[in-house]
């Protein structure tokens, strides 16, 4: 089975300041890890993912995210921050295809 | 390449009731997957079918339940309503093998 912890549930930071929203995961099988975005009443779209090779991976507007084995986590980081990044961020892993487990999401709110 | 469509966006129904959901998937996804997302219990896997077979499920009672057709289209079905159930209802659609999940704009449902 596996779990996945967002270590913030809220994040608040103000625009153009860098960001950093912490997830980390457990799993005794080797499992894919993705970064989601949650806008009010849409459904979620990808950011970013994590299936193999670098460990540093690059995504849509400007986030990355870099997976450490050896900690389990794999943190979302965005060096300068807009208004319209004012989103929840849901953190997954996979380890069979058409299942993925969420963490509680973590709300961010980029302050003028 | 049109996205993962849901019908209906909204629903109200009362206590006792059944509905079903419907969920159109990515041209050529032959995986489709449900998850429940409530303000408590966050998002919450149903189950998964893949060429019409559920081949994954979650942990939810047997009033839930859903099926998928030859077009990869699928429902889902709640009966028995519970104010409980009350949720936004996600679908997403994968291509073969253990990738990103492509969500749609989910089904509000509320039990009155």
């Known amino acids: 089975a596996q779990s996945v912890t967002q270590l913030d549930s809220q994040v608040p930071v103000f625009e153009e300041a860098p960001v950093e929203l912490r997830c980390n995961y457990s799993s005794s099988v080797s499992v894919y890890l993705f970064w989601y975005v949650q806008y009010p009443n849409q459904g979620l779209q990808l950011l970013l993912k994590y299936l193999s090779g670098s460990t540093l991976v690059k995504g849509i507007n400007g986030f990355e995210a870099e997976f450490n084995k050896s900690q389990t986590s794999f943190h979302l980081r965005k060096p300068s921050v807009h208004i319209s990044d004012t989103a929840e961020y849901f953190c997954a892993v996979s380890a069979s295809a058409g299942k993925s487990t969420f963490g509680d999401g973590t709300t961010l709110t980029v302050k003028p | 390449k049109a996205g993962v469509t849901q019908t209906p966006r909204y629903l109200i129904k009362t206590r006792g009731q059944q509905v079903t959901l419907s969920c159109s998937p990515i041209?050529?996804?032959?995986?489709v997957s449900w998850y429940q997302q409530t303000p408590g219990q966050g998002l919450q896997f149903l189950f998964e079918?893949?060429?019409?077979?559920?081949?994954n499920k979650g942990n939810f009672p047997g009033r839930f339940s859903g099926r998928q057709f030859s077009n990869s289209r699928s429902e889902m079905n709640v009966s028995t309503l519970e104010l409980g159930d009350s949720a936004l209802y996600l679908c997403?659609?994968?291509?073969?093998?253990?990738?990103?999940?492509?969500f749609g704009q989910g089904t509000r449902l509320t039990v009155v």
């Open positions: 041209s050529g996804h032959r995986s």
């Open positions: 997403a659609s994968s291509p073969q093998g253990v990738t990103e999940a492509f």
């Open positions: 079918y893949f060429s019409e077979t559920q081949r």
